[in-house]
């Protein structure tokens, strides 16, 4: 099973709209505050290398891992888990 972060930060209204479809989706998810935990943000630029939020940090069974940064793409993909 694959496992998820959202990388976000509060004042941000893209990430808003991922975080409410969050409460509808029964999978869990790490959230991962990029201001107030700056290691959150260092991590979100090594990995996906850009500090943009929202990003959904997808990481699968066999290492792979993706980073997905459009709050539209995002929304739908949690929808349809
Ligand atoms: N098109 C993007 C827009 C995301 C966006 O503009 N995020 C802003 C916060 S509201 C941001 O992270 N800006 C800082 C940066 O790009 O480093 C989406 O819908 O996800």
């Not at 099973?1 to 004042?11: F, G, I, P, T, V």
């Given at each position: 099973?694959?496992?998820?972060?959202?990388?976000?930060?509060?004042?941000c209204p893209f990430c808003q709209l991922v975080l409410r479809g969050?409460?509808?989706?029964?999978?869990?998810?790490?959230?991962?505050?990029?201001?107030?935990?700056?290691?959150?943000?260092?991590?979100?630029?090594?990995?996906?290398?850009?500090?943009?939020?929202p990003c959904l940090r997808i990481s699968q069974p066999d290492g792979q891992v993706h980073w997905m940064y459009e709050s539209s793409d995002i929304a739908r993909y949690l929808q349809a888990l």
């Open positions: 099973m694959s496992s998820y972060a959202l990388y976000y930060y509060d004042q969050l409460e509808k989706i029964s999978a869990p998810v790490e959230l991962k505050n990029t201001l107030t935990t700056p290691v959150n943000r260092q991590e979100l630029m090594q990995g996906g290398g850009r500090t943009t939020v």
